[in-house]
């Protein structure tokens, strides 16, 4: 049973002088992941079909683990020590009680784990990856991608209470941040269709609007910082650039003949 309670005052919440540590730990799980899918399709390209043990599955998996730790952290803080006010702005799902974007946060971490024996037994069983958008790599990608949602829900939440200035401005840029970090995901997903050589083509624009405008126009609304759309864009572009940079700068032995 899911139960929503009404938010009462955010005065506790308005004396807050610092983001807590548990909405840097999902922001820091969100780069972990990014890095790792990017690092991972590299891998592949370079080394071919490896053990499920690669410094990148272990990068993306890592960030699966440190979202559980932190969100079970703050469900069984709030349930069992927290604050009238915390217990009353959480949500009570099989009786624990944590805020909407930590529940996001846990099943994305759930699925995340789920997707990787699944993600092993169909390397074993087909062998390489034909296409990207696999049964195994579809719950990836949800997973992935309901870690980063649930880190703006989480980081919106913060924004719309607080009445510090220097604060709001804090937890803006961390929505901006996580949110520019959902675009590189969504990006690598639809890569099938966005190739370079299908520009000159109808299916790349069709497929490209599907996927960006409307996300772009989503976290404009949402946010109160000024240029949050661009912010996040700024953010993609900054990763996709440094790994473009950086993963090169490593040799790599394929294992697989062409």
């Not at 217990?87 to 759930?110: D, H, K, N, T």
Request: proline residues 6%; charged residues 10%.
């Amino acid at each position: 049973k899911t139960e929503f309670v009404a938010r009462p005052s955010a005065q506790s919440l308005a004396r807050v002088a610092a983001i807590p540590w548990y909405l840097y730990a999902v922001a820091l799980a969100a780069i972990s992941v990014v890095v790792g899918v990017i690092w991972d399709i590299s891998w592949h390209q370079t080394i071919g079909h490896d053990s499920f043990w690669t410094p990148a599955h272990m990068c993306t998996y890592f960030a699966a683990l440190v979202v559980g730790v932190a969100c079970g952290y703050v469900a069984l803080r709030t349930t069992f020590g927290g604050t009238p006010d915390e217990r009353a702005q959480a949500i009570s799902f099989w009786g624990f009680r944590a805020p909407l974007g930590a529940w996001i946060c846990v099943w994305g971490s759930f699925a995340m784990l789920t997707s990787a024996p699944f993600d092993d037994w169909w390397h074993n069983a087909y062998g390489l990856d034909v296409k990207i958008i696999s049964p195994p790599h579809t719950l990836l990608a949800l997973g992935m991608v309901s870690n980063n949602i649930g880190a703006m829900v989480w980081a919106l939440a913060w924004q719309n209470r607080v009445s510090d200035p220097a604060f709001k401005r804090n937890l803006e840029r961390l929505f901006a941040f996580n949110a520019g970090l959902v675009l590189p995901m969504a990006a690598i997903f639809i890569s099938e269709y966005t190739g370079r050589t299908q520009m000159h083509g109808t299916q790349f624009y069709r497929v490209a609007s599907m996927a960006f405008p409307l996300y772009l126009l989503a976290i404009a609304r949402g946010s109160s910082m000024r240029w949050p759309a661009t912010t996040a864009a700024l953010v993609y572009s900054a990763v996709r650039i440094l790994m473009g940079w950086i993963l090169p700068l490593w040799s790599a032995q394929p294992k697989l003949g062409p």
